[in-house]
């Protein structure tokens, strides 16, 4: 696959490259490691300016929302008891397939693709001046890896990548 040819590739050259980092931009910046825990650079200071991932709201599965059953859409089961079933949303999601046991549950509230479900993702770097030289330096990384890509080469945008599984 692709994406993992590419993960391993681009920690060779000392980027950290993540998948369904937490929640949102913001708090997948929060929560990334201080070292590489992994790869041939395991146990060094990660670089932020050689960061490259997506978070949960990228590869998160698709799914609608409908009134849940419990507590006819209101969100509470009386006055005073809030419905365990949605937890006060009055509304659960349902997938189109039900088995959801085969997607990522690593991030509460989140059910997620993994990278060999899909064929690409939004990817969030580092926007600064030294961030934007060095993703554009492994663009052809990228395309050597198989994958293709999507960016307007500067640090006001994502960029996106696309792979074959």
């Known amino acids: ?17 993540g998948w369904n980092e937490p929640c949102c931009q913001s708090c997948a ?5 201080f070292e590489h825990e992994e790869g041939p650079h395991k146990g060094e200071e990660i670089d932020f ?5 997506n978070h949960s709201q990228d590869c998160e599965v698709d799914y609608d929302y409908v009134d849940c059953e419990a507590c006819n859409g209101e969100g509470w089961l009386d006055e005073d008891n809030e419905c365990t079933e949605c937890q ?11 088995d959801i ?3 990522d549950h ?19 770097f580092s926007g600064d001046k030294k961030g934007v030289k060095n993703l554009k330096a492994i663009l052809p ?8 890509w999507h960016w307007g ?5 994502r960029i996106e990548i696309s792979w074959e599984n």
Not at 1 to 17: A, D, H, I, N, P
Not at 49 to 53: N, R
Not at 88 to 98: C, Q
Not at 106 to 121: L, R
């Open 1 to 17: 696959m692709s994406f993992s040819k590419l993960q391993e590739r681009l920690r060779e050259e000392g980027w950290y490259v």
């Open 29 to 33: 910046w929060g929560c990334l490691p």
């Open 49 to 53: 300016d050689k960061c490259l991932f």
């Open 88 to 98: 006060g949303e009055g509304a659960t999601r349902e997938f189109e397939d039900d």
């Open 101 to 103: 046991s085969q997607y």
């Open 106 to 124: 690593q991030h509460d509230g989140f059910v997620c693709y993994y990278p060999e479900q899909v064929n690409g993702s939004m990817f969030c």
């Open 141 to 148: 990384i990228i395309e050597e890896c198989g994958c293709s």
């Open 153 to 157: 080469q500067t640090g006001k945008t």
